[in-house]
């Protein structure tokens, strides 16, 4: 609408207000076996940490306060969503079962003036909302078609296999309060770097450490100055402040295993602060990822991703 003069270019980049503090993107494809383990973890840190417990907070620059959503917004509450991408198992059914079982029950309305609690808040559930997307599009068509949806103040990403740790997500917040710009705009980036040496990466095959390096170089030699700095691109938990989206989402192309770097790179060119912050990680069982075919698919992603930049595909106008 913007291009087309209907309405301001400024208005190009607006976001409708936040209704809950916390959006968890979750990509789903044939998880049926890994991810109930992720969202019992996810849930129990979410409602312990953002869900309604009664009282509103002031304003505050302390740290663990702003980990636990109260730094000075006083919307509280979660949601997770479940973007399950052309899944041909039970994972839907898996998803939907363990919501109802799981349900986080609202606090009871007052019948009277009689009834009414010492300090009057609204209360509201988490919610787990799941999206079934017909073909399966790649890791990052589910992420994206997600994102589109939150609701969250902040938004977060992370694979359904639960290898991120969910009690580092107050990590990604407080490093993205402290870099936001004037607008709100950041975005943190979860780091294994300084996992390199340990058990978690040194018992992993000669070849998958030898084509991360390679994949490595190639961010390097290939994406943009700042997306080059960042040691750990492919780790699959990112932050998003809610104003940073409409800088990154709608100009989104990648669906395949490079969406990452694509998020950064069109970051980076709206000049959106980024932060690189150090995350627990484990390896799990049963990835979808074929070491050879796949990074193969990165690397010729990668090169596209560079002459399509280079060529103004992505440029704003």
């Given at each position: 609408?913007?291009?087309?003069?209907?309405?301001?270019?400024?208005?190009?980049?607006?976001?409708?207000?936040?209704?809950?503090?916390?959006?968890?993107?979750?990509?789903?494809?044939?998880?049926?076996?890994?991810?109930?383990?992720?969202?019992?973890?996810?849930?129990?840190?979410?409602?312990?940490?953002?869900?309604?417990?009664?009282?509103?907070?002031?304003?505050?620059?302390?740290?663990?306060?702003?980990?636990s959503g109260r730094q000075g917004?006083?919307?509280?509450?979660?949601?997770?969503?479940?973007?399950?991408?052309?899944?041909?198992?039970?994972?839907?059914?898996?998803?939907?079962?363990?919501?109802?079982?799981?349900?986080?029950?609202?606090?009871?309305?007052?019948?009277?003036?009689?009834?009414?609690?010492?300090?009057?808040?609204?209360?509201?559930?988490?919610?787990?909302?799941?999206?079934?997307?017909?073909?399966?599009?790649?890791k990052g068509g589910a992420v994206?078609?997600?994102?589109?949806?939150?609701?969250?103040?902040?938004?977060?990403?992370?694979?359904?296999?639960?290898?991120?740790?969910?009690?580092?997500?107050?990590?990604?917040?407080?490093?993205?309060?402290?870099?936001?710009?004037?607008?709100?705009?950041?975005?943190?980036?979860?780091?294994?770097?300084?996992?390199?040496?340990?058990?978690?990466?040194?018992?992993?095959?000669?070849?998958?450490?030898?084509?991360?390096?390679?994949?490595?170089?190639?961010?390097?030699?290939?994406?943009?100055?700042?997306?080059?700095?960042?040691?750990?691109?492919?780790?699959?938990?990112?932050?998003?402040?809610?104003?940073?989206?409409?800088?990154?989402?709608?100009?989104?192309?990648?669906?395949?295993?490079?969406?990452?770097?694509?998020?950064?790179?069109?970051?980076?060119?709206?000049?959106?602060?980024?932060?690189?912050?150090?995350?627990?990680?484990?390896?799990?069982?049963?990835?979808?990822?074929?070491?050879?075919?796949?990074?193969?698919?990165?690397?010729?992603?990668?090169?596209?991703?560079?002459?399509?930049?280079?060529?103004?595909?992505?440029?704003?106008?």
């Amino acid at each position: 609408m913007a291009r087309r003069g209907q309405i301001p270019q400024e208005e190009a980049y607006q976001v409708t207000d936040a209704e809950v503090f916390m959006s968890l993107v979750v990509p789903a494809y044939n998880e049926q076996d890994r991810i109930p383990g992720m969202l019992q973890e996810a849930v129990e840190y979410l409602e312990q940490q953002y869900g309604h417990h009664g009282t509103k907070s002031k304003s505050s620059s302390n740290g663990s306060l702003q980990a636990s959503g109260r730094q000075g917004d006083p919307r509280r509450g979660w949601e997770i969503i479940i973007v399950s991408d052309g899944s041909r198992d039970k994972t839907v059914e898996i998803v939907l079962d363990f919501a109802r079982t799981h349900y986080v029950k609202p606090a009871p309305t007052p019948k009277g003036p009689w009834d009414r609690p010492s300090t009057p808040t609204t209360i509201t559930p988490g919610a787990i909302r799941i999206v079934q997307l017909e073909q399966n599009r790649g890791k990052g068509g589910a992420v994206t078609h997600g994102m589109r949806h939150a609701r969250g103040q902040y938004v977060v990403f992370a694979d359904a296999d639960g290898a991120s740790k969910f009690s580092d997500l107050g990590k990604l917040v407080v490093g993205s309060e402290r870099a936001k710009d004037k607008l709100g705009r950041a975005v943190a980036v979860g780091s294994r770097a300084h996992m390199v040496g340990t058990d978690a990466v040194v018992k992993r095959s000669r070849l998958r450490n030898l084509l991360m390096r390679a994949f490595h170089l190639g961010i390097w030699l290939l994406t943009t100055e700042r997306t080059a700095q960042i040691k750990d691109t492919q780790c699959g938990f990112k932050l998003f402040t809610r104003p940073a989206l409409p800088y990154i989402i709608p100009y989104m192309h990648s669906e395949g295993w490079i969406f990452d770097v694509e998020m950064l790179m069109l970051a980076e060119s709206a000049e959106i602060p980024m932060v690189e912050v150090p995350v627990g990680w484990k390896e799990v069982t049963g990835s979808k990822l074929n070491v050879v075919k796949d990074s193969i698919g990165m690397a010729v992603g990668l090169g596209l991703l560079r002459i399509c930049w280079g060529a103004g595909i992505y440029r704003r106008e």
